[in-house]
Nanobody, 122 residues
Framework: QLQVVESGGGLVHPGGSLRLSCAASGLFLDLYAVGWFRQAPGKEREGVSCISSNGGMTKYADSVQGRFTISRDNHKKEVYLQMNSLKSEDTAVYSC???????????????WGQGTQVTVSS
C-alpha cells in the first residue's frame, strides 16, 4: 500500500527550530516533486514550500521566506523542511504532499501524508 509519512513535529518555544521529514513507501519518492503544506484551526490550508524531483527548483511562501529551508536527499529518499526562528503563527498541522511538479497549490498533488503537529508556544 502506498503511504506518505511525516515526522519531526513537536512543541517548541518562539525562536526555536524543528526539522520535519517526509518519506514514502510504495513509490519512488526521488521521481516526484514534494510540497509542504500547513493548516491551522479555522484557517485554509496553505502552501509552505515545495521542491522539484531533482532538487533544482524550490519555492517558499512569503510568510516563511528566509526562515524555512526545504531540501531532499534522494539517496535516503527523504525530503526535509528545516524550520528556524519559529513564530506562534507557524503553529499548524504540517502535511507532506507528493506530485509531479513543484507547486504551491494543494490540488496539484496526488498523494498526502496524515500530517504532523507543530506547536510554537511560550
Amino acid at each position: 500500500q502506498l503511504q506518505v509519512v511525516e515526522s519531526g513535529g513537536g512543541l517548541v518555544h518562539p525562536g526555536g527550530s524543528l526539522r520535519l521529514s517526509c518519506a514514502a513507501s510504495g513509490l519512488f519518492l526521488d521521481l516526484y516533486a514534494v510540497g509542504w503544506f500547513r493548516q491551522a484551526p479555522g484557517k485554509e490550508r496553505e502552501g509552505v514550500s515545495c521542491i522539484s524531483s531533482n532538487g533544482g527548483m524550490t519555492k517558499y511562501a512569503d510568510s516563511v521566506q528566509g526562515r524555512f529551508t526545504i531540501s531532499r536527499d534522494n539517496h535516503k529518499k527523504e525530503v526535509y523542511l528545516q524550520m528556524n526562528s519559529l513564530k506562534s503563527e507557524d503553529t499548524a498541522v504540517y502535511s507532506c504532499a507528493v506530485g509531479h511538479a513543484c507547486s504551491m497549490w494543494s490540488h496539484e498533488y496526488e498523494y498526502w501524508g496524515q500530517g504532523t503537529q507543530v506547536t510554537v508556544s511560550s
